[in-house]
């Protein structure tokens, strides 16, 4: 064979192992497929020509050279339904949809500690950048039932009334019920300056805009801030965007957790969640099935509560707010909401109209890990308060009225002597805290003026 032969046989053999490889690479990444947007209403996104599977992300080209994000939340007849994360202003009639698979993570980082994010991860704050260098999934993996830790400690929130007759447990769920303007923020900044957590996450989901610098400069505080990672995500943000702000400061929390360290987790509310979820669900063709909430609400719901608790690692003891429109407690949200949590803590509008802060429910709040983690005095002293405040309220009245008779009833006679003592131990400054300690004491100085048996 002549040398120039040789030379067109070795460039014939490189030429083919390169068309190999290259031929692999084809079958390992195949090509990806792009579609177009056919239909929009409302923020329901049809798109033609492409295929994803639900909970993965698009990419929605705009006639301004702009890319709004969105998730795939359902399919129909061949197309497949968008929700979009980002405003859809410029976005037109056949517009370039193109798959990008299940692309969203979550940055997480001790970097965080003292930022204010969006539910998209973006930074609010005029702080330095957070380069990352750790990403975990939006919704992570469930927890084994049987790899939970018991809760079995107290937990210090430094609020009197809360640590007195409805104590927190490390690792528990609690729900805080209020309507509209009976300090349900106020309460929750308490609770953030002065629980004794290592980190607290703070979720503020569908609120006001208003509300969120409020909180973080003025409720929050710079000492609490220092602490703490605030996910906020307005009303204005589109449903997806606030149901995102939901599963990323809860993914937050779980990083913390898996770190060592004991998380407060405070998402205020879990009603906007519920209403954002139902929005998406509607759009994607769900039936309504109880005051218009779909059948996913429900099942989000659990799903979202339960990645919280304790494990080998550390905990997250979880509030979540519910917002009771009119004051009625047999919500959907707030009867799913009840039926998933360890607990309830409810604030009376009646009792915040007298000028009670925190406006704390006696008869109405319970926690159901209190038996678990606090002495059997302690228990039988806030039952033997519950039973006398909830008398006063039965016959408030008749001695308003004047058709009460004292002496008649030593049971009503004990309650009217104890329910100033009671009041005292409920009321508390908002910006002073009241530890685990001086709370006890608190609580037996009230035993002793009502005239109670037992001791905390």
């Known amino acids: 064979m002549t040398l120039a032969a040789q030379r067109i046989a070795e460039r014939g ?7 190999s490889s290259l031929a692999v690479d084809l079958r390992q990444e195949p090509l990806i497929r792009e579609g177009r947007l056919v239909r929009m209403v409302g923020t329901r996104l049809e798109v033609e020509g492409c295929i994803g599977a639900v909970g993965s992300r698009c990419s929605i080209f705009s006639e301004e050279q702009r890319r709004v994000e969105a998730e795939v939340v359902g399919f129909s007849e061949g197309r497949l339904i968008l929700m979009p994360e980002g405003n859809l202003h410029g976005v037109m009639l056949g517009a370039r949809v193109r798959p990008l698979g299940f692309s969203h993570r979550v940055g997480v980082d001790e970097q965080l500690l003292g930022r204010v994010l969006d539910g998209a991860g973006h930074l609010l704050d005029a702080g330095a950048q957070v380069i990352f260098r750790q990403y975990v999934p ?8 049987l790899a939970r830790g018991p809760v079995r400690e107290p937990l210090d ?4 009334a809360i640590n007195c007759l409805a104590t927190v447990g490390r690792g528990q769920r609690m729900g805080l019920f209020a309507g509209s303007g009976v300090g349900k923020s106020t309460l929750l900044g308490m609770m953030t300056q002065h629980t004794a957590a290592d980190v607290v996450v703070v979720g503020l989901i569908g609120e006001r805009g208003r ?15 220092r602490r703490a990672v605030v996910v906020a995500t307005p009303a204005d943000d589109p449903p997806l965007m606030r149901v995102h702000g939901a599963w990323r400061a809860t993914a937050i929390a779980e990083y913390f957790r898996s770190q060592g360290k004991n998380v407060l987790l405070l998402l205020d509310s879990l009603t906007r969640f519920a209403q954002a979820q139902r929005e998406i669900g509607l759009a994607a063709g769900e039936p309504p099935v109880a005051k218009g909430y779909p059948p996913s609400v429900f099942s989000l719901l659990p799903a979202l509560v339960e990645r919280t608790g304790n494990t080998v690692e550390g905990s997250i003891t979880a509030i979540y707010t519910v917002l009771v429109e009119g004051d009625d407690l047999s919500d959907p949200i707030a009867d799913a909401a009840r039926a998933i949590l360890d607990g309830h803590i409810v604030l009376s509008r009646e009792l915040a109209d007298s000028g009670l802060f925190p406006a704390f429910d006696i008869e109405a709040s319970i926690s159901r890990s209190m038996v678990n983690v606090v002495g059997s005095s302690q228990l039988q002293v806030a039952r033997e308060i519950k039973e006398l405040y909830a008398t006063w309220r039965q016959n408030r009245d008749l001695v308003a009225i004047g058709a009460y008779e004292k002496g008649s009833d030593s049971m009503i006679d004990r309650a009217l002597g104890a329910i100033g ?5 409920v009321a508390q400054p908002w910006h002073e805290k009241r530890d685990m300690h ?6 037996a100085d009230t035993a002793r003026a009502a005239g109670l048996g037992g001791k905390a």
């Open 138 to 145: 939006l919704r992570g993996a469930p927890i084994n039932p």
């Open 421 to 425: 003592p009671i009041r005292s131990l």
């Open 211 to 225: 509300e969120v610098r409020e909180f973080v400069e003025d409720i929050l505080g710079p000492a609490g801030l």
């Open 157 to 160: 929130v430094g609020v009197q």
């Open 13 to 19: 053999q490189r030429l083919q192992q390169r068309l």
């Open 438 to 443: 001086s709370s006890l004491q608190a609580l």
